[in-house]
């Protein structure tokens, strides 16, 4: 069980900052700011994924899909952050 959590951290660290950059908001965000989206973000996908799937947990933090997962899941959060605070929209 602490093995999993760390893991998450971990790899929701690293998906947080690779969302940052997809998102362009790396410079903005700051590194804590990355990794709490990524660990965040991952978490939602993960509970989401768990709720759909049959009978199936989280994927396992160090997998494929469990990193995908929580870059998806970090650029989703980012996402709706930067609409709620309105910094996402671009002035014309």
């Known amino acids: 069980m602490l ?3 760390i893991s998450w951290i971990v790899v929701g660290g690293l998906a947080g900052w690779i969302a940052s ?3 362009g908001k790396n ?8 990794v709490l989206a990524g660990i965040v973000g991952a978490f939602v996908v993960g509970l989401i994924v768990s709720l759909v799937s049959e009978g199936g947990g989280m ?5 494929i ?3 995908v997962a929580a ?3 970090a650029c989703l959060l980012i996402w709706v952050v930067s609409a709620v605070r309105g910094r996402g929209r671009t002035k014309v």
Do not use: D, H, L, T
């Open 71 to 73: 870059i998806i899941g």
């Open 27 to 34: 410079a903005q965000m700051g590194f804590v700011a990355n």
């Open 3 to 5: 093995w999993s959590i």
């Open 65 to 67: 899909w469990g990193f």
């Open 59 to 63: 994927p396992e933090a160090f997998s």
């Open 21 to 23: 950059m997809i998102m």
